[in-house]
């Protein structure tokens, strides 16, 4: 075989080969290889299509498992059988009290009497979830245990003050944090903080690091005028990855809701890293549009996770 016809390493490398055997008259037979086209590159994974991983897989692995035991306790007319299905599906979920718990530590409530109110609301919410909605139970399991939470902070009446000018410095940190996170599209480090406000970095550590000693009333104060979210919300806990657990769980679902172009504004946004001029560029739009954009999604967000189990439609 002469060179011009012989397969190159390049050749080989970019194509399937299949082996064809021929032989010519009064020839020992040969063996040609017949290329085949490689299938195109997969696209680069949108917020949907990422590669799954592990803890992705179990999150789904307990949703879909979840979706059945409360099929089969509503196909059931035996109470004592239906009892016992929603029993395992508040064992299959009890990681999800755990999580909401997390943002909680260290603000004055031992974490087992938490993580009893937040259990306790996991059973309440297994016995009212209602599952014609079409809705994953995470969705109205996370906002029921973390309304428990908080009523027994209020509940349980506790407070310390901390020194007036931690107090003073607390509630200019709550709203500038606020902001920043808006902004930076992530939650503010401390020297970010102090460089807004304008305060030694070591003062704001000290100040958000007894957060805790707010009145547990105070814990649904927003965070400035007019603001619809709650100081309680910004709060750092003990455990970020409390928090990211809490999130992604209760995010997914309502984000599969949304129309494609608002999934795709959140991943160029809170995924890719981009700013709202880039975006306007991207989807051909102006950066006023993408603002109010943002806005709206997030609203809609927040609507879907306060209130799961609504009826709403999502453009």
């Known amino acids: 075989m002469d060179d011009i016809d012989r397969p190159t390493h390049s050749d080989?490398?970019?194509?399937?080969?299949?082996?064809?055997?021929?032989?010519?008259?009064?020839?020992?037979?040969?063996?040609?290889?017949?290329?085949?086209?490689?299938?195109?590159?997969?696209?680069s994974a949108s917020l949907d299509d990422r590669p799954t991983t592990p803890s992705e897989a179990r999150r789904q692995e307990r949703a879909h498992d979840t979706a059945d035991l409360f099929a089969e306790a509503e196909a059931t007319e035996d109470p004592e059988e239906r009892r016992r299905l929603l029993d395992r599906v508040v064992e299959l979920n009890l990681?999800?009290?755990?999580?909401?718990v997390a943002r909680f530590r260290s603000r004055g409530i031992p974490t087992d009497d938490l993580l009893q109110v937040a259990r306790l609301a996991l059973v309440k919410a297994a016995r009212r979830f209602d599952r014609s909605t079409g809705h994953e139970f995470v969705s109205f399991a996370v906002p029921t245990m973390r309304g428990e939470?908080?009523?027994?902070?209020?509940?349980?009446?506790?407070?310390?003050?901390?020194?007036?000018?931690?107090q003073e410095l607390q509630a200019r940190i709550a709203p500038a944090r606020g902001d920043l996170a808006n902004s930076l599209g992530r939650d503010p480090e401390p020297k970010e903080i102090a460089e807004r406000l304008g305060v030694a970095e070591s003062e704001v550590s000290e100040a958000m690091s007894a957060l805790g000693c707010f009145t547990p009333a105070s814990l649904d104060?927003?965070?400035?005028?007019?603001?619809?979210?709650?100081?309680?919300?910004?709060?750092?806990?003990?455990?970020?990855?409390?928090?990211?657990?809490?999130?992604?769980?209760?995010?997914?679902?309502?984000?599969?809701?949304?129309?494609?172009?608002?999934?795709r504004v959140l991943q160029l946004r809170f995924f890719d890293g981009l700013t709202q001029r880039e975006i306007a560029e991207d989807i051909g739009v102006t950066q006023m549009q993408v603002s109010r954009l943002l806005a709206r999604i997030l609203g809609q967000l927040r609507s879907d996770i306060e209130d799961p189990q609504g009826d709403r439609s999502v453009g």
Do not use: C, Y
């Open 12 to 43: 080989l490398s970019d194509t399937s080969t299949s082996a064809t055997t021929i032989a010519a008259p009064h020839e020992a037979p040969t063996t040609t290889m017949t290329r085949e086209p490689r299938a195109p590159a997969q696209a």
């Open 95 to 100: 990681g999800l009290a755990t999580a909401v």
């Open 149 to 166: 939470v908080k009523r027994h902070f209020r509940d349980a009446g506790w407070m310390v003050r901390p020194p007036r000018r931690i």
């Open 221 to 263: 104060v927003p965070v400035g005028q007019d603001s619809p979210i709650a100081l309680g919300d910004v709060l750092p806990g003990q455990e970020n990855d409390g928090d990211a657990a809490e999130a992604r769980v209760m995010l997914g679902p309502v984000v599969r809701r949304l129309g494609d172009r608002d999934r």
